[in-house]
């Protein structure tokens, strides 16, 4: 079973009386309902929605698949802008 | 305005970013450190102002294997079934400094990181997320766009994904 501690916490009154209401409205302890709050809260904190992960594996149509291998193969001709900022960088470095 | 691009520190300064794209501004201040030191599923690299160690731009970085739709067909001798790429994610600029070179710098910084993967473990291209808006700027530099049927990053608004072989990186930096 696990232990349990008190903690004391200043609130504003507007979060206490929602409190209230909820605790008397379910019949749910106070005690309870907090704990669960702050374990939401912090399991929330520590997760990236979905809509930030970013897929690994990518699939792609025969034309872009063609295009990839391409790239592999023939080493095409770097644009001006992108032999330009690798040479800046080259300089720097 | 001196900045220095390096890896996300939990110190760096992440509030008051703003891009002009809220989900970017978001993923920085909120889910970035998270994503990089919890989950390790992406590495957020930032161009930081010297001074006061605020950051001016990012980009996420994560690797990808890119494959052909019809991938259950039994490769042959010869042929490729993957490509491994480098994928940037995300690459935004603070609109106080965008016009002034920090995308390209940290567009740069990104290709460097594939150069020196390619060396490590084998990487043949760069795929990146553009923002419609930012189309024209990876064109620039040769990123074409890539008809992706699976994996497409689910961020919004809908970002296109485009390609740039490391064949011509590695050209353009000798």
Redesign the interface.
């Known amino acids: 079973m696990a232990d349990y501690v008190q903690i004391s916490a200043q609130i504003s009154e507007a979060a206490r009386a929602r409190l209230d209401a909820y605790a008397r409205e379910t019949g749910m302890k106070k005690s309870r309902l907090v704990e669960d709050a702050i374990m939401a809260h912090l399991d929330a904190l520590g997760t990236v929605p979905s809509e930030y992960l970013i897929p690994a594996n990518v699939l792609v149509d025969e034309e872009s698949w063609a295009t990839v291998i391409r790239g592999i193969e023939q080493s095409p001709e770097p644009t001006p802008a992108l032999h330009e900022l690798m040479q800046r960088h080259a300089l720097r470095d | 305005m001196p900045f220095a691009i390096r890896i996300l520190e939990r110190s760096d300064v992440r509030s008051g970013f703003s891009c002009g794209e809220p ?1 970017l501004d978001t ?1 920085l201040e909120r ?1 970035a450190w ?2 990089q030191q ?2 390790h ?2 590495v957020t690299y930032v161009a930081v102002d010297d001074a006061s160690r605020r950051v001016v731009g990012y980009f ?1 970085a ?10 259950d067909r039994p490769v042959s001798p010869g042929h ?1 079934s993957s ?1 491994p ?1 480098l ?1 940037i ?1 995300r690459l935004g600029v603070d609109r106080r400094v965008q016009g002034v070179g920090v995308g ?1 710098e940290l ?2 910084a990104a ?2 990181i594939a150069l020196d993967e390619s060396d490590r473990v084998g990487c ?2 760069v ?1 990146v997320d553009a923002l419609p808006e930012a189309v024209g700027f990876y064109a ?3 990123f ?1 766009p ?11 608004p809908r970002p296109v ?1 485009m ?11 000798e």
Do not use: D, K, W
Not at chain 2, 62 to 71: F, H, L, N, V
Not at chain 2, 146 to 156: D, E, I, K
């Open positions: 989900s993923f889910h998270q994503n919890r989950h599923l992406g996420t994560a690797m990808a294997a890119i494959a052909p739709e019809a991938c490729y490509v790429a994928r994610a390209s567009l740069c290709l460097r043949g291209g795929l620039r530099y040769g074409t890539l008809a992706v049927t699976v994996g497409s990053s689910p961020a919004r994904p390609y740039l072989p490391l064949s011509a990186v590695r050209r353009a930096a």
